[in-house]
């Protein structure tokens, strides 16, 4: 079955720099979703890829997909205390497949 | 528009109890889907319906069973727990079933249950 990775686990960042957090598929997406989940919360939709190369901005967030429709990246600059959380990519195919997620707190 | 409810909120049994959950969607979804989610871990696929039929099943046991209803909200049942059981069991509607929606599923607060 599809088997969704993600890197890094944890992403301790200080607050203004940016990073990047990775996630790759054994097998060609049809789509991609993104999620984020606050501490003690549930995910909360953040975007959908579906076009091989595609890329989508909201604000400080930007989201890639593969060329091969294998892998995807989301990429947050100036980050800020609101980041924290745990962001989550997920193969959808009528499913989500979700990754491990990436893990995001931030040093003031 | 109300979200996605989910109850109870939080829950306790015993192992080899019973426990039923149940989801209301969004008005309009059509499409529910279960969740499961250890400590830890991204969330992990357990059923999907659509319109009243199964569409979908994740890598469960028999233990794991659900329903939906004509007025689309949906039970999930899980019988003789085990320890492991213990999560935070997620519900997520969605106005399609299809794979392509670019509304993204949208999830309820989950219940947290904690099998002594």
């Known amino acids: ?108 | 528009d109300a979200g996605v409810t989910q109850s109870p909120t939080h829950l306790i049994k015993t192992r080899g109890q019973h426990v039923t959950l149940r989801c209301s969607p969004i008005s309009g979804h059509k499409s529910v889907s279960w969740y499961q989610q250890v400590l830890g871990q991204g969330p992990q696929f357990i059923f999907q319906y659509y319109e009243k039929e199964e569409r979908g099943r994740g890598n469960f046991p028999d233990r794991f069973s659900a329903r939906q209803f004509p007025n689309y909200s949906s039970e999930l049942n899980v019988n003789a727990l085990l320890l492991g059981d213990s999560a935070l069991y997620l519900c997520a509607s969605s106005l399609s079933n299809t794979h392509v929606t670019n509304y993204g599923y949208t999830f309820g607060s989950g219940t947290r249950l904690t099998v002594v």
Request: charged share 15%; aromatic share 12%; with cysteine.
């Open chain 1, 1 to 108: 079955g599809q088997q969704v990775m993600q890197i890094p686990q944890y992403q301790h960042v200080q607050e203004g720099e940016d990073f990047t957090t990775y996630c790759n598929s054994s097998t060609t997406l049809s789509n991609i979703q993104w999620y984020k989940q606050r501490p003690g919360g549930h995910p909360v939709f953040l975007i959908q890829l579906v076009k091989s190369g595609e890329v989508k901005k909201q604000k400080r967030l930007t989201f890639q997909f593969g060329e091969a429709k294998k892998n995807s990246s989301l990429h947050i600059t100036a980050t800020q205390t609101t980041d924290v959380g745990t962001y989550f990519c997920a193969g959808n195919d009528y499913k989500l497949s979700f990754g491990a997620g990436t893990t995001v707190t931030v040093r003031a």
